[in-house]
């Protein structure tokens, strides 16, 4: 089974274009799930292959999940896993029928996103805004940018230079599966990213051959942990007792935005939500 796993790793690896953090995690479940038939296996009969499973065994493995005291969200994403990776055997002729529907998920209430108020991000743009050192005016436009486009952290952290259209006001960004996402900004945006790369990415540069957008003090690219470490210090800088995180920012951008009047398609299309339900949920906070 661990060469059936292997082949179905390098399928989604190259047709979904997943991210390495998505693949191992489909590696470790998926992993979970050729341990536990094949213990059951070897209780009935030496050996196991995956053309052997069975319903029961699904159903045996699923309550062995409930057993562990796994959160519903970690059972459902485990079973997910399993869904996927049965199809892709059946598609495949490697066991006799489908069995994933077999497999049924808990549902999963997802809390609703939180946001910062519109008071708390000025407060924390306003204090980025104020360290007058180099790095404070990188913070700062790192910030505005994650405000201004809702891009996750991961995402804001992978730009490059040749991302950033000032003469266009927009970023031009390649997300999942390679898809390009025009994210419009406003004058005000356009002119701060390009003095951003005009002055303060200009000065912590040290090689004519980096072309991340956002620099750390060694002149390479800044990790998102390190971003991260800037969010918390600026927000406990600016008193703000909320929890402030990339991705709270990220949600301040989409509730705001559709607070102002934005349609709910183009607040999707911004965010590279594949589905428009995941941004309804904003509508509701």
């Keep these: 089974m661990e060469e059936d796993i292997r082949l179905f790793l390098n399928y989604i690896s190259k047709e979904r274009k997943c991210s390495r953090n998505t693949l191992d995690a489909y590696h470790n479940d998926l992993s979970q799930l050729s341990g536990y038939i094949a213990a059951a296996k070897d209780k009935e009969e030496p ?12 159903a045996s493995y699923m309550l062995s999940l409930k057993e562990k005291s796994y959160s519903v969200s970690t059972i459902a994403r485990k079973i ?13 002729g490697k066991v006799g029928k489908d069995l994933a529907p077999r497999l049924t998920a808990p549902r999963v209430n997802r809390p609703l996103p939180k946001a910062l108020s519109v008071a708390d991000i000025q407060r924390l743009m306003t204090e ?7 790095d404070g005016r990188r913070d700062q436009a790192m910030l505005e940018l994650l405000y201004a486009s809702g891009l996750l952290a991961s995402e804001l952290m992978s730009l490059n230079v040749d991302d950033v259209d000032a003469g266009h006001n927009c970023i031009n960004f390649r997300g999942h ?25 200009f000065k912590l540069l040290t090689s004519d051959k980096e072309n991340a957008l956002f620099l750390n003090q060694r002149g390479e690219r800044l990790t998102r942990q390190g971003f991260w470490q ?13 929890k402030v995180t990339p991705r709270t920012i990220r949600h301040s951008y989409a509730v705001h935005k559709l607070n102002s009047g934005a349609d709910i398609q183009s607040v999707q299309e911004v965010l590279g939500h594949a589905h428009i339900s995941t941004t309804r949920a904003y509508k509701q906070v």
Excluded: W
């Design 80 to 92: 997910a896993a399993a869904r996927t990776f049965l199809k892709f055997m059946a598609e495949r």
């Design 230 to 242: 800037i969010v918390q210090g600026h927000a406990s800088a600016a008193g703000i007792s909320a």
């Design 47 to 58: 050996g196991c292959n995956s053309a052997e499973l069975s319903e029961e065994h699904l």
């Design 177 to 201: 599966g390679g898809k390009l996402r025009k994210i419009p900004l406003d004058n005000r945006m356009g002119r701060m990213m390009q003095e951003y790369i005009d002055s303060a990415r």
């Design 128 to 134: 980025a805004a104020r360290v007058p050192s180099i």
